[in-house]
T-cell receptor, first 112, second 111 residues
């Protein structure tokens, strides 16, 4: 049973470009979560999704960030018009329900 | 929101030593997990332990939910145990799916 798969592992974007981060949950998991790890702030919750629904997006910045988990395919975290402050590690996690969450290896985003 | 405090912030161990990491939380929890972030940045699940005691090899954990703390024990430490250990909790009816992480304990195991 493969773990949570995130791609790409590393992503470099110039300021103003768009970043798309992908996450395929573990087989049988219908709950997906995104977290961000900033150097001085630790790991912070961003958004919680189930298939085709956003359950809790209280940790998402109000502008430029969006997330989706379509009926088919991976979950996508999209950051529009990236700025240097978006440079961070973005982790996706999945769970089969309200239970233990398993994390992917993360995507390291660098904005230059 | 719930507060999660980990101690100590840093720990240097000689290979073979034992250690205890602590996680205090300020409210009752639905979920508590321990993670190890290795030097390559990967987050590895160690324990899902909202209450009770579990053991996995040289690692064990205990959560005393009524007293709002959890302990992670590392025995006979190895250099591969180096990294940051995080405690994360999920608390409250409106916090399902939202893990609140502590600041972590940075562990360095020297040969």
């Amino acid at each position: 049973n493969a773990g949570v798969m995130q791609n790409p592992r590393h992503l470099v974007r110039r300021r103003g470009q768009e970043a798309r981060l992908r996450c395929s949950p573990m087989k049988g998991h219908s709950h997906v979560y995104w977290y961000r790890q900033l150097p001085e702030e630790g790991l912070k919750f961003m958004v919680y999704l189930q298939k085709e629904n956003i359950i809790d997006e209280s940790g998402m910045p109000k502008e430029r960030f969006s997330a989706e988990f379509p009926k088919e395919g991976p979950s996508i975290l999209r950051i529009q018009q990236v700025v240097r402050g978006d440079s961070a590690a973005y982790f996706c996690a999945s769970s089969p329900g309200r239970r233990e969450a398993f994390f992917g290896q993360g995507t390291r985003l660098t904005v230059v | 929101g719930i507060q999660v405090e980990q101690s100590p912030p840093d720990l240097i161990l000689q290979e073979g030593a034992n250690s205890t990491l602590r996680c205090n939380f300020s409210d009752s929890v639905n979920n508590l997990q321990w993670f190890h972030q290795n030097p390559w940045g990967q987050l590895i699940n160690l324990f899902y332990i909202p209450s009770g005691t579990k053991q996995n090899g040289r690692l064990s954990a205990t959560t005393v939910a009524t007293e709002r703390y959890s302990l992670l024990y590392i025995s006979s430490s190895q250099t591969t145990d180096s990294g940051v250990y995080f405690c994360a909790v999920e608390a409250g009816a409106d916090s399902w799916g939202k893990l609140q992480f502590g600041a972590g304990t940075q562990v360095v195991v020297t040969p």
